[in-house]
């Protein structure tokens, strides 16, 4: 399939962008929108229908000046699909994707963090095989493989810098997957791919400038600056968790702090949170919650306003204010999306952290600031492996600029 795109002709590949992104969308407007001869895209657009990429679906509405409904265009979400990996430090999560984001089928297995990789990476490799046999598709319309894992990743190479499982760091991810199953395989760090993924199948649609706050047993960021994802000189772009710089909570008078951790990453770990239950619990709050309590538990008692639960919850929104503040003076992106299992379940928190970031003193980044919790849930990194296809496939496009 990727040698199918890659033998797209410059026009073919940006009309098949704009239909991607815009869609559903005229002839018409595609002429306007890209600047080329209504006469060429009607060419254009039959060889990329004839080759399944896109799709006739429907009509739009009759224009004064024109007596009959435009013909309009879409993606065809089945015209292939994208195997995708996302190895965290607990489980490893693998499926298949058609080219809308949807999760055609995945299978998630745990393994012991000090498993080796591949030991874990065989087995993968053994159902995803059966997973295309299932479902019959047909090698040839399989885009490749994107692979996500925490840490500093080198995308270019597919090679495990660190920061990431235990016994990895070093490994060549994309030799071994394009050496078993002879694809072309993009290797990138869990976060950035989420954040593609909100870029191209989430709330960050159609937005070229956003940034992604992640936070799970960690914190991260992913920057799309015009429309690109920002990775920095050697990859490590983003990597706020290791930012050494305690808020307005003094360690002394905050349970969430008691250890004195040292960077936002370890403060707001879902390791340190449930520390924190267990020194609430010590220190006498009232609560349903136990020392074996998870930060799935505290959802569910925040649900039933447990005290305890409550006055966590506000101490790490009373922390991701201020970081999402440094982010908007930083990046100064047009959205801010909050991505983890906090954002998913509760969904007044987007308010809270909005409340927080309205104590600070510049406004302008502030006050144009879209705040959303993400659409992905948690299969948003497993659809991110997808988009990292996508951004190969029309990286060397040039931008729509539609309508």
């Known amino acids: ?69 435009e013909v309009l265009l879409a993606t065809n979400p089945d015209a292939g699909i994208i195997l995708a990996v996302h190895i965290s430090l607990t489980h490893v999560h693998s499926g298949l994707i058609n080219l809308n984001g949807r999760i055609i089928i995945s299978e998630k297995r745990s393994f012991p963090e000090s498993a080796d990789p591949e030991t874990i990476l065989n087995l993968v490799v053994d159902n995803l095989q059966l997973m295309i046999k299932k479902y019959q598709k047909d090698s040839n319309r399989i885009f490749g493989i994107g692979v996500a894992l925490p840490g500093v990743i080198d995308y270019k ?12 760091e070093g490994f060549n991810l994309k030799h071994y997957f394009e050496q078993k199953l002879h694809l072309q395989t993009l290797v990138e760090n869990d976060v950035k791919a989420v954040t593609l993924g909100e870029f191209y199948l989430g709330s960050g649609r159609h937005i070229n400038d956003l940034v992604c706050l992640w936070l799970r047993n960690g914190i991260g960021a992913g920057i799309i600056n015009e429309g690109r994802l920002l990775r920095g000189y050697n990859s490590s772009a983003g990597e706020i968790g290791f930012n050494e710089f305690i808020l307005d909570l003094p360690a002394n008078k905050s349970i969430l702090l008691k250890d004195k951790p040292r960077c936002w990453g370890d403060a707001l770990s879902f390791t340190n949170i449930q520390k924190t239950i ?14 074996e309590s998870k930060v799935e538990d505290l959802i569910e008692s925040l649900k039933k306003d447990d005290p305890l639960a409550l006055y966590i919850y506000n101490l790490i929104v009373k922390l991701l204010g201020p970081i999402c503040c440094n982010l908007a003076y930083t990046f100064n992106p047009k959205l801010l999306v909050l991505n983890g299992p906090l954002f998913e379940h509760i969904p007044k928190i987007v ?11 510049l406004r302008t980044p ?32 040039e931008d729509a600029v539609l309508i």
């Open 351 to 361: 308010d809270d952290v909005r409340y927080h970031m309205d104590q600070a003193l």
């Open 1 to 69: 399939m990727l040698a199918l795109i890659e033998k797209l002709s410059q026009n073919e590949l940006r009309i098949f962008k704009a239909v991607y992104e815009k869609g559903p969308v005229s002839r018409v407007r595609l002429a306007r929108g890209l600047n080329l001869g209504r006469a060429a895209v009607t060419l254009h657009i039959k060889r990329l229908m004839k080759l399944g990429l896109i799709l006739e679906v429907g009509k739009g509405i009759t224009t004064e000046r024109r007596g009959r409904r």
């Open 278 to 291: 267990g020194r609430g619990i010590d220190e006498g709050w009232k609560t349903s919650l136990t020392l």
């Open 157 to 168: 190479t597919g090679v495990v810098r660190e920061k990431t499982r235990n016994g990895w």
């Open 366 to 397: 502030l006050d144009t600031l879209n705040l959303k919790a993400s659409l992905l849930g948690e299969e948003g990194i497993l659809i991110g492996c997808a988009a990292l296809h996508l951004e190969y496939i029309f990286k060397t496009s």
